[in-house]
């Protein structure tokens, strides 16, 4: 019995072990280093994000060390019945395990991020950045967060902020003068490259909002 005892103590401090290292190492270093750009980072990025995080965190990823009992590899069937060989490996522990999974899923091009609708994580595949999931919405199944989250989050924008609100008020302008053929549609797209620059540089306070509102306006 004390030897049972021991034995489910063990495990739920080495799961306690790993749910405090994806609190205090992990999500940290996924939301402030990995995403922290808004772009699918490339493997040099990730590298230099992976050793200034290092330097400068106290608990940082050189503190995890990750243990296997065996490792090798295992012929399998997939779902349409053909062989795949696959890698297989025991861990001594779960920190082991997550360590492992996290960083040979960065490896093969997955990256995780936090949904700016819904607040859960996901997994981004390959170079296509997102930064709303495909999680249903619990008030409107039939929409996702990613059918949603840029509109509302556009729309928040407009309501708080007076350079969004000015863009979207010429915008709108703008785009009503061409439907009523009063602007070609190159004349709307350069008029659109233009808006989109001059509002980028409002927002990062290279122009005075007066002389950007005359401007975006004309």
Same mark, same amino acid.
């Given at each position: 019995?004390?030897?049972?005892?021991?034995?489910?103590?063990?495990?739920?401090?080495? !799961? @306690?072990?790993?749910?405090?290292?994806?609190?205090?190492?992990?999500?940290? !270093?996924?939301?402030?280093?990995?995403? %922290?750009?808004?772009?699918?980072?490339?493997?040099?990025? #990730? =590298?230099?994000?992976?050793?200034?995080?290092?330097?400068?965190?106290?608990?940082? !990823?050189?503190?995890? /060390? $990750?243990?296997?009992?065996?490792?090798?590899?295992?012929?399998?069937?997939? *779902?349409?019945?053909?062989?795949?060989? %696959?890698?297989?490996?025991?861990?001594?522990? @779960?920190?082991? !395990?997550?360590?492992?999974?996290?960083?040979?899923?960065? +490896?093969?091009?997955? @990256?995780?991020?936090?949904?700016?609708? $819904?607040?859960?994580?996901?997994?981004?595949?390959?170079?296509?950045?997102? #930064?709303? %999931?495909?999680?249903?919405? =619990?008030?409107?199944?039939?929409?996702?967060?990613?059918?949603?989250? *840029?509109?509302?989050?556009?729309? /928040?924008? %407009?309501?708080?902020?007076?350079?969004?609100?000015?863009?979207?008020?010429?915008?709108? +302008?703008?785009?009503?003068?061409? @439907?009523?053929? /009063?602007?070609?549609?190159?004349?709307?797209?350069?008029?659109?490259?233009? +808006? *989109?620059?001059?509002?980028?540089? +409002?927002?990062?306070?290279?122009?005075?909002?007066?002389?950007?509102?005359?401007?975006?306006?004309?």
């Amino acid at each position: 019995m004390n030897s049972s005892i021991d034995s489910f103590f063990d495990i739920y401090i080495d !799961f @306690l072990n790993a749910y405090l290292q994806i609190h205090q190492t992990y999500k940290p !270093f996924i939301r402030d280093w990995l995403n %922290c750009s808004e772009a699918f980072p490339t493997s040099d990025e #990730t =590298a230099r994000y992976f050793t200034e995080f290092n330097r400068s965190k106290g608990l940082n !990823f050189e503190r995890i /060390k $990750c243990r296997m009992q065996s490792f090798g590899y295992k012929s399998i069937l997939d *779902s349409d019945g053909n062989s795949i060989l %696959c890698e297989e490996i025991k861990f001594t522990d @779960l920190g082991s !395990f997550l360590y492992y999974d996290f960083f040979h899923g960065i +490896a093969q091009n997955y @990256l995780p991020n936090r949904c700016k609708n $819904c607040g859960k994580y996901f997994l981004i595949r390959g170079g296509w950045y997102y #930064t709303y %999931c495909d999680n249903p919405l =619990a008030d409107e199944p039939d929409k996702t967060c990613r059918n949603v989250g *840029s509109k509302r989050s556009y729309e /928040k924008k %407009c309501k708080n902020d007076p350079i969004w609100q000015t863009y979207n008020r010429a915008y709108k +302008a703008h785009y009503a003068r061409y @439907l009523k053929k /009063k602007m070609t549609v190159s004349e709307f797209e350069e008029w659109s490259r233009f +808006a *989109s620059e001059i509002r980028d540089r +409002a927002l990062a306070g290279k122009i005075a909002f007066e002389q950007y509102y005359a401007d975006i306006r004309k």
